[in-house]
């Protein structure tokens, strides 16, 4: 079983990391304190808690040029990475201004149209023999450095559904975690968590991305190590899935979705049922995905997950016909606060962290 004790992000790179994130039993820790700090809200206590987003579109590309012009931002007319990701790095300050204190990326991404039958468009960090994309790595730096920055954690997917099979084979695919856990060790990043994949029981090509053995890579990752440090790790399963014991047992933190439970109460019954699953030891929940609302209500899938002392993640994509300040998820994003679902959230957010109170 994954040992119940402090996880102390990774040292060493030449300009090292100034944001340290530790897990404490079923506490984060971000420089030494425990997240929100005795803050109580509503009689809950939140302290502990990893109040996220689902924003991981931010280093995407698509190198299929059949599909690329689909991603055209709307005043110019045609799709540009880094502009993508100058945008998201932008906007940062501003989450974090409201109590966001973590956020999902992934180096294959997520359904840049919410949700998707088919994934013809090619983004992926890894060429097919798991090596990195030296541009996405950019990319992707230039977040790091700044949740660094700003104090924040970030959860760093490897791999999508969909796009997992633009690796050539299960080699591949280790390969890809091994380049991709000790990067982020040689950076000296102290405040990434890995999540091996996104939703495993959702149509992975590769049988060691899936549930019976995803624990496998859950393991090779934890045991990276750079300079006698390595990183937590875990996988997530799709909405309303308790992972299976291999997996609990594995992982430092339960990864959970919120998608397709279809109340609150389910949601608190989802979490009772991990806590009460063999295989689970004390550690943090975290809820990264949930496309439930009702901001406004007294009672909604955000405040589920904290009565039962979980962090709980914003997932909002573009639905056809709204507006380009919709969705986070979509491609092109706007990752700016300017629709009414994100004003919702990140008002409760700041409520419920007490950043409103000051």
Do not use: C
Request: charged share 25%.
């Amino acid at each position: 079983m994954a040992p119940a004790v402090a996880w102390v992000f990774p040292v060493g790179r030449p300009t090292e990391g100034r944001t340290t994130v530790e897990i404490r039993r079923e506490e984060f820790w971000i420089d030494g304190r425990p997240t929100l700090e005795g803050r109580v809200w509503r009689g809950m206590s939140l302290q502990g808690l990893l109040p996220n987003a689902r924003l991981v579109q931010g280093i995407f590309d698509d190198l299929n040029p059949e599909t690329r012009p689909r991603f055209a931002y709307p005043d110019t007319g045609a799709w540009d990475p880094d502009r993508n990701t100058s945008e998201f790095v932008a906007a940062m300050p501003e989450w974090r201004r409201h109590g966001l204190l973590a956020f999902t990326l992934n180096l294959q991404g997520g359904s840049p149209e919410g949700y998707s039958q088919a994934q013809p468009w090619h983004n992926s960090a890894f060429e097919a023999d798991g090596r990195l994309r030296p541009d996405y790595l950019a990319r992707l730096r230039r977040i790091l450095d700044k949740a660094d920055e700003l104090r924040m954690a970030v959860i760093l997917g490897l791999f999508y559904f969909g796009q997992d099979e633009r690796l050539r084979d299960e080699e591949a695919v280790q390969r890809a975690v091994r380049n991709a856990v000790r990067w982020v060790l040689e950076q000296g990043y102290r405040n990434v968590l890995i999540e091996i994949n996104n939703e495993a029981d959702i149509a992975y090509e590769h049988a060691i991305l899936q549930p019976q053995r995803v624990h496998e890579l859950i393991r090779l990752a934890r045991g990276i190590r750079v300079r006698g440090r390595s990183l937590p790790a875990s996988a997530s399963l799709s909405g309303g899935k308790v992972p299976p014991r291999q997996v609990l047992e594995a992982s430092d933190f339960v990864l959970l979705h919120g998608n397709g439970v279809g109340s609150p109460d389910a949601l608190r019954e989802l979490i009772r049922s991990v806590r009460a699953s063999k295989g689970y030891s004390p550690k943090p929940i975290v809820v990264s995905e949930d496309d439930h609302f009702d901001f406004e209500k007294p009672d909604n899938h955000m405040v589920a997950a904290l009565s039962e002392r979980a962090g709980w993640g914003y997932f909002d994509y573009r639905r056809p016909g709204e507006g380009f300040e919709q969705g986070f998820q979509s491609v092109p994003a706007d990752w700016g606060i300017r629709s009414e679902r994100k004003r919702g959230f990140f008002r409760l957010l700041a409520e419920a962290s007490g950043i409103s109170e000051h």
